[in-house]
């Protein structure tokens, strides 16, 4: 089973921005992966998608803002978060798309002044 490591998060004011770093145990060639949030007493949301070939997607929530990418060689996916908002606080997780290996421990990003 594929484990994977989250790290990145932080304490930032609203406007700044963070990058999240995923970190997975074992080859992630050809996965479509994704980056997903959970706030406080909500369910887990995804927040962006990125293919095997490098095709991404986001909601509308955070298009424009959130960048997805992704590094083969190093089984890496990556999270580029500018003009982070306070609604954007959550820890953030990164999974399969379908969310189908064991879900790592995720990285607090928390945006308030």
């Known amino acids: 089973q594929v484990r994977l490591v989250e790290s990145g998060g932080g304490l930032v004011q609203p406007g700044g921005s963070l990058r999240l770093s995923c970190a997975a145990s074992?080859?992630?060639?050809?996965?479509?992966m994704a980056w997903y949030r959970q706030a406080p007493g909500k369910q887990r949301e995804l927040v962006a998608t990125?293919?095997?070939?490098?095709?991404?997607n986001y909601p509308d929530s955070v298009k424009g803002r959130f960048t997805i990418s992704r590094d083969n060689a190093k089984n890496s996916v990556y999270l580029q978060m500018n003009s982070l908002k306070p609604e954007d606080t959550a820890v953030y997780y990164c999974?399969?798309?379908?969310?189908?290996?064991?879900w790592g421990q995720g990285t607090q990003v928390t945006v308030s002044s």
């Open positions: 990125i293919t095997s070939g490098g095709s991404t």
């Open positions: 074992g080859s992630i060639f050809e996965i479509f």
């Open positions: 999974n399969t798309v379908r969310g189908l290996w064991d």
